[in-house]
């Protein structure tokens, strides 16, 4: 288990981020409860880039650098310039399914961006939305309901792995040769826990956010669940909903902070798998 002494706070004063991602240019982005977006710099400065209105959930970085936010507050996927901080509305569902809840987004290779959409805590209503490049958006599955939270692809890029908050579990979807989704099937129970945000790490293990407890899980393939980071009294990792791969060597872990200010990191123990990034 790493110990609470080797979280560093990397930056300050952000409006209880929860979602956030590293960028092509190796930068953190991270999104407010006011629908700010942050960029961070190497040495924690910190940078509004622009702001919605809205609340910002998980964020993705395309090739470009343009952040694309799920804004819960504006119940749509948000397109922010990388060089003009203009935002634009890039997807808000279908007409017959808009969003609700867009909680986290993950990129492919081809630059479909895939975008959980929680629903309503409880009612097992949440569905994943797949967005073409240019915004043309579909219903791609409804069979993870359970308020599908963070996700991100595996590294052969031939599934969706889900954290499904109220089903405490974490599930693979696979992507079918037409684009569609196959039949779900679960990886791991993460039962006593919410958990909400992952990533994955360079020999397959999912390091997974808690919204409750303040924890962060590490699944190695095949392996039991440990516990990477627990903090008991919420003090460091103060609600850590969300966790990236960060550095030189993708080898440190930041971890958002949505009880409260900050984003810290520690040394991972191991190399993350890195993003993609498309050209979108």
């Known amino acids: 288990m790493a110990a609470l002494e080797g979280f560093e706070t990397l930056a300050t004063d952000l409006d209880h981020p929860e ?43 395309a090739g470009s650098g343009d952040v694309f936010a799920c804004d819960f507050g504006n119940a749509a996927v948000a397109r922010v310039s990388a060089t003009t901080g203009e ?39 949440g569905l994943v939305y797949r967005i073409a490049p240019g915004g043309a958006t579909e219903v ?3 069979a993870t309901p359970r308020f599908p939270n963070g996700c991100c692809l595996t590294a ?37 826990s919410q958990p909400d945000g992952i990533a994955l790490a360079e020999d397959g293990s999912m390091f997974v956010g808690c919204y409750r407890p303040d924890r962060i899980y590490r699944i190695p393939p095949g392996g039991p669940v ?27 872990l930041v971890v958002s902070s949505l009880g409260g200010w900050n984003l810290m990191a520690a040394p991972a123990g191991t190399r993350g798998l890195p993003l993609r990034y498309p050209k979108v």
């Open 19 to 61: 979602g956030i991602a590293v960028g092509p240019d190796g930068l953190v982005y991270a999104g407010g409860e006011a629908g700010q977006i942050y960029r961070v710099g190497l040495d924690g400065t910190l940078d509004e880039i622009a702001s919605t209105g809205g609340f910002i959930y998980g964020v993705a970085v």
């Open 87 to 125: 935002i634009a509305t890039y997807s808000n569902g279908t007409a017959a399914r808009p969003m609700r809840v867009p909680n986290f987004a993950a990129f492919d290779d081809g630059g479909n961006l895939y975008v959980t959409d929680s629903g309503e805590w409880g009612q097992d209503d």
């Open 140 to 142: 791609w599955t409804e």
């Open 156 to 192: 052969d890029g031939e599934a969706l792995l889900v954290v499904e908050s109220h089903g405490r579990a974490v599930v693979r979807i696979p992507i079918e040769d037409d684009g569609g989704a196959g039949p779900p099937k679960p990886v791991v129970d993460l039962s006593g």
């Open 226 to 252: 440990e516990v990477f980071a627990d903090d008991p009294d919420g003090v460091v990792l103060n609600q850590p909903a969300n966790v990236a791969f960060w550095g030189p060597n993708l080898d440190r």
